[in-house]
Nanobody, 123 residues
Framework: VQLQASGGGLVQGGGSLRLSCAAS????????FAWFRHAPEKEREFVAG??????HYADSVKGRFIISRENVKNMVYLQMNSLKPEDTGLYYC???????????????????WGQGTLVTVSR
């Protein structure tokens, strides 16, 4: 499956953005999806994940971010609200056909990655 992320940009603290991830090349419903981010001078970290059993979030974004999917359009979204400067980073969507619950926060569990979209939150 190929992934194309979009929707990043510059936003003031407290603002909102919605990231989109378009999937193509395989049966969309087979896959579980997640968003990761890579901030300057930090390691890539899990942000949110979506499996048939529900959604999962990093503690740092819980209550502010919402991950969702639209199977008809082969799209995955990350709605980001109440953005903070520490949310700044390059955001990647990732997909796996076989990730299990215990591994879903681990980037190595995902075989397919989009190119990343940059989110910058100003103070």
């Amino acid at each position: 499956v190929q992934l194309q992320a979009s929707g990043g940009g510059l936003v003031q603290g407290g603002g909102s953005l919605r990231l989109s991830c378009a999937a193509s090349g395989d049966t969309f419903s087979r896959y579980k999806f997640a968003w990761f981010r890579h901030a300057p001078e930090k390691e890539r970290e899990f942000v949110a994940g979506l499996r048939s059993g529900g959604t999962h979030y990093a503690d740092s974004v819980k209550g502010r971010f919402i991950i969702s999917r639209e199977n008809v359009k082969n799209m995955v979204y990350l709605q980001m609200n109440s953005l903070k400067p520490e949310d700044t980073g390059l955001y990647y969507c990732a997909a796996s056909s076989s990730v299990i619950l215990s591994a879903m926060r681990t980037s190595a569990a995902y075989a397919y990655w989009g190119q990343g979209t940059l989110v910058t939150v100003s103070r």
